[in-house]
């Protein structure tokens, strides 16, 4: 019996999460595709504009109330800001597609399929959204995304946009 609940330890910690990416960090690149079909890559989202990976799930009602902020957001930074919504639950393809349509969403929904990118960015809970400049380094982490957050953002990646 000892043996056995040593070895669901073991196998446990084996598998933890990696600890959530923090500013500084580099964002780790990723494929997936959207609810389109088409192939994702962060890596070359970021060559054009700063990116918000946003992590999402239609279960999460948080992330339901990010979503108009996320795509205002998008419309003000046109060129700016590339927002890349990330949805961990993949299976629930038909409330993924309602959800896009009613919110209008001007921004790739990526369907992470297996949850290898949350893992990759050590997400534990939802939402969580990563700034990631054209360098690929994170520049900010937040938890949920405010009217507060949503100004704070967009000073951040203007500031970005005038150093270039």
């Not at 997936?32 to 946003?54: C, F, H, I, M, P």
Request: aromatic letters at 6%; proline letters at 5%.
């Amino acid at each position: 019996m000892w043996v056995l609940a040593v070895a669901i330890l073991l196998l446990c910690s084996c598998t933890k999460q990696d600890n959530p990416l923090q500013a500084g960090d580099l964002a780790p690149d990723f494929r997936a595709e959207d609810l389109t079909g088409k192939r994702v890559y962060l890596n070359a989202e970021t060559k054009q504009s700063a990116v918000l990976v946003t992590f999402f799930a239609t279960w999460c009602d948080p992330c339901r109330a990010e979503l108009p902020l996320l795509a205002e957001l998008q419309r003000k930074l046109s060129g700016r800001l590339k927002v890349l919504l990330v949805a961990i639950d993949p299976e629930n393809v038909d409330e993924l597609h309602a959800l896009y349509k009613a919110f209008s969403l001007p921004f790739p929904l990526v369907l992470d399929s297996g949850e290898h990118i949350k893992r990759a960015y050590g997400v534990e809970q939802l939402p969580a959204s990563f700034l990631v400049d054209r360098r690929g380094t994170i520049r900010s982490v937040l938890q949920a995304i405010g009217e507060g957050e949503a100004k704070m953002l967009e000073q951040t990646i203007r500031t970005l946009s005038e150093a270039r």
